[in-house]
């Protein structure tokens, strides 16, 4: 029984640690691809960095994916700590931002009217649905956890959050951008000169180039995503581990 346990705790921390590590390269490659692009069709850099963002979190999905069938509490517990880590990560981030004469961070107004409206409404959804799991647990109500059908209504909510968030983020930062460029009368010329300093480091590649950086990120993220899952299942199935406990390793290496 002894060895059967080391075999397994051995399987799954090798699990663990390979699935990391391609699902950075998944993220690395995705980034990769993303700028490239950016480069090639002279996105702004505004743009290009909202759509790195949205790729970058794709392994993070993917790896919530595998591990719904293996626990659907750990995937949501996973969800919610990666959604905190970043906003710590990102609070850090602020805070060495540069300050105004009034010492408030200069963070671009898209960003803030997005993040303090639209972003506002889906944290109250999240704090409301852990409200109701709690209930669920605690409580005497027959119905003890969401059905697959209400769990589809959720994810098409958070999703349409989401999408408006992006929405905004990139329609608010077109019509701020417009205005600057009519107040400062900048030239297309310096404008061009402006996107080719942000792309000077930026090696060029030819599309299907791009395209198989993009393919590589997506095969790496469903293998990665799937040895992580494996991890998740031999943690609690096999080895009896608590689910939450399983997904704190899990959302902390995924950092």
């Not at 699902?23 to 490239?36: E, S």
């Not at 659907?72 to 990102?90: G, S, W």
């Not at 109500?141 to 909510?157: A, E, G, N, R």
Request: proline share 4%; charged share 15%.
């Amino acid at each position: 029984m002894s060895g059967f346990q080391v075999g397994s705790w051995f399987n799954a921390a090798a699990a663990l640690v390979i699935g990391v590590l391609v699902l950075q390269a998944a993220c690395d490659a995705f980034l990769t691809a993303t700028v490239r692009l950016a480069a090639r069709l002279r996105w702004d850099h505004y743009v290009a960095g909202t759509v790195s963002e949205i790729l970058s979190t794709l392994p993070e999905l993917v790896v919530i994916a595998f591990v719904v069938p293996v626990s659907p509490q750990a995937a949501f517990v996973i969800a919610v700590i990666t959604i905190y880590n970043n906003a710590l990560v990102f609070s850090l981030y602020s805070f060495f931002l540069p300050k105004d004469q009034k010492g408030k961070f200069l963070m671009p107004t898209p960003i803030t009217d997005a993040g303090t409206k639209i972003l506002i409404a889906g944290s109250a959804l999240g704090l409301i649905l852990g409200l109701v799991m709690m209930a669920f647990s605690t409580g005497l109500h027959p119905k003890t956890s969401f059905q697959p059908h209400d769990l589809f209504i959720l994810s098409v909510v958070f999703l349409v959050i989401f999408g408006v968030y992006l929405y905004k983020l990139v329609r608010n930062y077109a019509s701020e951008e417009e205005a600057v460029r009519e107040t400062l009368d900048f030239s297309n010329e310096a404008i061009e000169h402006r996107k080719s300093l942000v792309y000077r480091n930026v090696t060029r590649s030819s599309l299907p180039v791009i395209a198989g950086l993009f393919l590589a990120g997506i095969i790496g993220s469903v293998l990665g995503g799937e040895q992580v899952a494996e991890f998740a299942g031999t943690a609690i199935r096999d080895l009896g581990r608590n689910s939450i406990l399983t997904a704190l390793v899990l959302a902390d290496s995924l950092v």
